[in-house]
């Protein structure tokens, strides 16, 4: 999968992929990033990307010209199945929107930032606006990185053991129920008094599936509730 991430912040982006899980999928080619400063698509000695709104009021608007420019320039090499911006009015990212992303091969994401990207620029560039959650934050960036992470993990090759992905929270199943995950017990068996349920610890597969499910079950009802 090929992501290209337009940024006015190219810097803010970096780390999350020199780390980890999504170092791992550029170094074993599984991803193939692209970082592009938006500054780089402007003509003025400034490279100026945004401007006062029209109308009044604070806050600058990032303009559409070195965004059209720089989308184009990476849609004459390729063919995007979608031209994604970060917005906190976008549709909320689940896990399902990530399952499907992760099934594509070439993405653009656009970070806003200041008061946003002049309206031109969703109503003719963008074919997928995405938020991670009713806040605010100052730019798409860390967005960006979120969404990258949700999707990236998902592809085959990844993640080391692509087991962990059916039962996390969000992915396992039953009666059409999306449940979060069961609660995770580790070494030692009693900490400081405190020991792991019985049932982890007897080796019965079935009734550890089953005391794991119930677990879910209540957690995701529980959650439903608040
Ligand atoms: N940009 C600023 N806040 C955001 C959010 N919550 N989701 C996506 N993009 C954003």
Redesign the pocket.
């Known amino acids: 999968m090929r992501i290209d991430i337009i940024t006015a912040l190219p810097d803010l982006l970096k780390s999350p992929f020199e780390t980890s899980i999504l170092k791992k999928s550029i170094d074993l080619k599984l991803i193939d990033l692209h970082i592009h400063n938006l500054r780089d698509f402007t003509k003025d000695n400034y490279k100026t990307i945004d401007d006062n709104q029209f109308g009044g009021g604070a806050g600058m608007v990032m303009m559409i010209e070195p965004i059209k420019k720089c989308i184009d320039s990476l849609k004459k090499e390729r063919i995007y199945d979608e031209v994604i911006y970060?917005?906190?009015d976008?549709e909320m990212l689940s896990q399902k929107i990530s399952n499907r992303l992760s099934l594509k091969g070439n993405l653009i994401i656009l970070c806003?930032h200041y008061k946003g990207v002049d309206q031109r620029v969703r109503d003719s560039l963008i074919t997928k606006e995405?938020?991670?959650?009713n806040?605010?934050?100052?730019?798409?960036e860390l967005?960006a990185a979120v969404l990258c992470d949700s999707i990236i993990r998902l592809i085959p090759g990844v993640l080391g053991n692509p087991e962990s992905l059916k039962e996390e929270s969000h992915s396992i199943s039953s009666d059409d129920l999306i449940l979060v995950e069961y609660p995770n017990y580790t070494k030692p068996a009693n900490w400081r008094g405190i020991d792991v349920p019985e049932v982890l610890l007897s080796g019965n597969h079935g009734q550890i599936a089953k005391w794991r499910l119930e677990q879910a079950e209540r957690r995701t009802n529980q959650l439903n509730q608040e």
């Open positions: 970060m917005t906190p976008g806003g995405i938020s991670i959650g806040y605010v934050l100052s730019g798409g967005p």
